[in-house]
């Protein structure tokens, strides 16, 4: 059974500028949620999307968006890149919800802001 | 005031010694709790859910919920070389949301 695949792995972007990030969940999967890995703050709660919709978010600003496509994939969106976005991006899938028990994750993308 | 804290660590025990991690949360409706382990330089992976108060023990590892407390914690017993990573205690209140600490890391000499 082939895991939980994000890409990029790595990326490299100037304040500013804007990326997209990819997250294929295991397959059968709907639940799909992001998390910024920082080495002072941890993993902290993004998104997460269930068939589509997104149900809960976390506090971070609307520079951060999201979707998910009815293969379940997602993506994630930052826009206007600032210093303090570069962190380890990771994603995790989930057969019920991100708060119901196992999820399990992506190697992660890790953006560095310049 | 954060919503799930940890002990950032490090935390550290000799080979064969039990490894006690904790960590604290700010909601009390929270319903499910969750222990994953982090390898440096992989992704995390679930050890441990608890869901009632008490203990629950699988192998090596028990975890412990006082909801009245609002207290979590991971015992490994037996401690290991090979245990020694980062423990993220995770926290949910409702079915679409997973809270993260911000990790204990865990080193275990031989």
């Known amino acids: 059974k082939a895991g939980v695949t994000q890409t990029p792995r790595y990326l490299i972007k100037t304040r500013g500028q804007q990326v997209t990030l990819s997250c294929s969940p295991i397959?059968?999967?709907?639940?799909v949620s992001w998390y910024q890995q920082t080495p002072g703050q941890g993993l902290q709660f993004l998104f997460e999307?269930?068939?589509?919709?997104?149900?809960n978010k976390g506090n971070f600003p609307g520079r951060f968006s999201g979707r998910q496509f009815s293969n379940s994939r997602s993506e994630m969106n930052v826009s206007t890149l600032e210093l303090g976005d570069s962190a380890l991006y990771l994603c995790?899938?989930?057969?019920?919800?991100?708060?119901?028990?196992?999820?399990?994750f992506g190697e992660g993308s890790r953006l560095t802001v310049l | 005031q954060k919503e799930v804290e940890q002990n950032s660590g490090p935390l550290s025990v000799p080979e064969g010694a039990i490894a006690s991690l904790n960590c604290t949360y700010s909601?009390?409706?929270?319903?499910?709790f969750f222990w994953y382990r982090q390898y440096s330089g992989k992704s995390p992976e679930l050890i441990m859910s608890?869901?009632?108060?008490g203990d629950k023990e699988d192998g090596r590892f028990t975890a412990q919920l006082n909801k009245a407390s609002q207290y979590v914690s991971l015992l490994i017993r037996d401690s290991q070389p090979s245990d020694s990573a980062t423990y993220l205690c995770?926290?949910?209140?409702?079915?679409?949301?997973?809270?993260f600490g911000a990790g204990t890391r865990l080193t275990v000499k031989p």
């Open positions: 995770a926290v949910s209140k409702n079915n679409n949301d997973m809270r």
């Open positions: 397959s059968g999967h709907r639940s």
């Open positions: 608890i869901y009632s108060n």
């Open positions: 999307y269930f068939s589509e919709t997104q149900r």
């Open positions: 995790a899938s989930s057969s019920q919800g991100a708060g119901t028990g196992e999820l399990f």
């Open positions: 909601d009390r409706v929270s319903q499910s």
